[in-house]
């Protein structure tokens, strides 16, 4: 497609599109420190790794998410390329994951493979506090293991990544979703109890997922829904003896690991994959959008996808709603900015940076002289540790002036003793 400008029209800023957002500094830091910490505890669990495309064929998703979802049915960033085939911006991580699994052929190296991602997700919803249509999310997933043990190793790797974040005040809501043999009744349970509700009781949506799949009801945010299934038949109810038994043995890893939990027979996640242990982390206090995290089990989805018949488990975290939560860190600064306070300084400055940089430390040196007024201002803009300054007497003895801007300590030192003065006063 051509683009065309035209000249007369006056230039207007190009702005960013909405929903996506960018992130500057402390934003993009925090980020970053999300996603470090991710990678240092999901590590401890034997997890590696893994880098997947943002955009995939929307067939994939389709076919694991469920087409009455509304993920799929209204959300997705869906388009046809040069060659007519339909693509999608990933709206969630675990379908690519099992995507690379299978077409690696991983099962036959990996009996119990377990996998990270963090990135970008899209999905078009209004954008509100905690949900942008570019979001972020850090994901992990077993493939492989059906034992419940691998069920609750996953809620306390999430717990363990949260409390080392520093999120206190967050709790786990847990439920189970029966399986293939079991669920058909249970849903044959739930739609007679939702056909016996006024007809008009229930939203346009909820009408049709009714017959489609009544799971999708329980999971419907509208206030009068929510209210209509509030005695709703409970899944728990109608669990086979298999299903109930995997579920009392997450819960009592659970109970002996000491991780607190409530049981909500309400929760069935937005997603069709899922079956047995499903869960949530929520937060009373990032609004509406209560959920921070949440995943469970997925043992039928990488056989839908063509892969062989492996069971599999995940979660997801969204990474704007951990943000919120975030405790309040001090910000980062720089352990140095050089002062150059006369022109012939600049190029010793900028060689000192240098040096000083290949020792370890962080730090910036002005491009231009200035005076010694504006160039303290601007260490202290910074954040920075230590300001050096370079005038013409610095220059003809070789020394440089160190002023500690903590404590306010100036002194004169050999410009050669200079990394060795920031090691001892940085690391105290």
């Not at 998703?61 to 959300?75: H, L, N, Y």
């Not at 009373?284 to 089990?297: K, L, N, P, W, Y």
């Not at 989805?301 to 975290?317: H, I, T």
């Amino acid at each position: 497609m051509a683009i065309v400008s035209n000249p007369s029209k006056p230039m207007s800023n190009i702005q960013k599109i909405k929903g996506f957002n960018d992130l500057f500094g402390a934003d993009s830091a925090a980020y970053t420190r999300m996603e470090n910490t991710a990678r240092e505890v999901f590590s401890r669990y034997g997890f590696e790794e893994l880098r997947t495309p943002i955009l995939e064929r929307t067939e994939l998703f389709a076919r694991s998410i469920g087409e009455e979802t509304d993920v799929v049915s209204k959300e997705m960033y869906t388009f046809d390329d040069r060659k007519g085939r339909s693509l999608t911006l990933r709206p969630e991580a675990t379908a690519g994951v099992v995507r690379a699994y299978i077409e690696a052929k991983a099962e036959q190296t990996k009996p119990v493979a377990k996998y990270f991602t963090t990135g970008p997700m899209f999905r078009y919803e209004r954008p509100q506090k905690g949900r942008q249509r570019q979001f972020h999310q850090i994901n992990a997933e077993i493939l492989g293991a059906s034992e419940p043990g691998a069920d609750a190793e996953l809620m306390l790797m999430l717990h363990r990544f949260l409390n080392e974040l520093g999120l206190k005040n967050v709790r786990f809501e847990i439920n189970s979703l029966g399986c293939a043999e079991c669920r058909p009744a249970y849903h044959q349970a739930l739609r007679d109890y939702l056909d016996g509700l006024d007809s008009d009781s229930l939203c346009p949506d909820c009408q049709r997922r009714k017959e489609s799949n009544p799971l999708r009801v329980l999971d419907c945010k509208v206030p009068a829904c929510k209210e209509q299934v509030a005695g709703a038949p409970k899944i728990s109810d109608h669990l086979d003896d298999a299903c109930r038994e995997h579920f009392s043995a997450v819960l009592a890893v659970l109970d002996e690991a000491g991780l607190a939990y409530e049981i909500n027979p309400m929760l069935v996640r937005g997603l069709d994959y899922y079956q047995r242990t499903t869960f949530e982390v929520v937060s009373g206090e990032i609004g509406a959008q209560s959920a921070v995290a949440g995943g469970g089990r997925y043992d039928g989805l990488v056989k839908g996808l063509g892969g062989p018949a492996v069971p599999g488990l995940g979660f997801a975290c969204g990474m704007e709603r951990l943000f919120m939560l975030l405790p309040e860190s001090e910000p980062s600064g720089l352990d140095f900015y050089v002062a150059v306070l006369v022109p012939e300084a600049s190029r010793r400055g900028m060689l000192m940076a240098e040096e000083l940089r290949a020792a370890g430390f962080r730090g910036e040196c002005a491009y231009a002289s200035g005076s010694l007024k504006s160039r303290l201002r601007q260490a202290n803009r910074l954040n920075a540790r230590f300001c050096l300054m370079l005038g013409p007497d610095e220059l003809a003895k070789g020394t440089v002036t160190v002023k500690d801007l903590a404590s306010g300590e100036q002194a004169s030192l050999a410009q050669a003793d200079l990394a060795d003065h920031l090691h001892k006063h940085t690391t105290t």
